[in-house]
């Protein structure tokens, strides 16, 4: 089985605070992702990585930065929490080396719950 | 850009009723499509996708889904719901040759026992 692990199931941060929200796949997948999801509006998806060290701009990257140092381990990282920050953040990986990795399903680990007072 | 539409918000049934659930996207070109579902307190889980093929999808749980071209539509349907089918479904689609989903604003099913 897949296994997505997310550092923090729930987190409380100050406004101000850097956050930084840890994710971990253990299927050798070339690519991973960072969603907000939020009540009305699904998954937002904020940056992906389809390699080490490298990153790309999701739909709402503003805000937020990512890390990929190890191909099994992407973060999520507010420099300066804001309370509009609050959400559910999703971590996602998918596609393998060598496949169509857009024939890939992405395959979502258990969420951080992150409130920002 | 690409968009994905769901027609419902929340949707409430009766065991045994019948479910469809719409989905719409606006892209053109060639896409692979999903649905996925979130239990309560659960991860984000794969229900059925479409890559190529038959139109007529088949997933987990007796659910499937139809892919009509023509009407950019991609909707979900189970013939008789459960009270466990109670959950958050949601549409995504990818172009083909992309790696990012864009996913639809969810559906809140819940299903009276």
């Known amino acids: 089985d897949v296994k997505v692990t997310q550092s923090s199931r729930y987190l409380v941060k100050r406004t101000g605070e850097k956050v930084f929200l840890e994710c971990v796949q253990d299927?050798?997948?070339?690519?991973m992702f960072w969603y907000r999801q939020d009540p009305g509006l699904g998954l937002r998806l904020i940056y992906f990585s389809y390699d080490v060290k490298m990153k790309e701009k999701g739909d709402i990257p503003e805000g937020y930065s990512v890390s990929r140092e190890k191909k099994e381990r992407f973060s999520l990282i507010l420099e300066s929490a804001s309370t509009n920050q609050t959400s559910m953040y999703l971590c996602?990986?998918?596609?393998?080396?060598?496949?169509?990795?857009?024939?890939?399903?992405?395959?979502f680990g258990p969420g951080t719950r992150l409130t920002v007072l | 850009a690409q968009s994905v539409s769901q027609h419902n918000h929340h949707v409430i049934l009766s065991e045994a009723a019948s479910l469809e659930l719409g989905c719409n996207y606006s892209y053109g070109g060639t896409v692979n499509l999903f649905w996925y579902v979130q239990y309560p307190g659960q991860h984000l889980q794969l229900l059925l996708k479409?890559?190529?093929?038959?139109?007529l999808v088949k997933g987990i749980k007796g659910f499937e889904a139809e892919f009509i071209k023509s009407k950019f539509s991609f909707n979900l349907r189970k013939p008789s719901v459960q009270w466990s089918d109670t959950a958050e479904y949601f549409c995504a689609v990818n172009e083909r040759y992309g790696n990012k989903l864009v996913f639809g604003a969810g559906t809140i099913l819940r299903v009276k026992s």
């Open positions: 996602a990986s998918g596609g393998l080396a060598g496949g169509p990795s857009s024939y890939n399903e992405q395959f």
């Open positions: 479409y890559f190529s093929g038959d139109p």
């Open positions: 299927m050798d997948h070339e690519n």
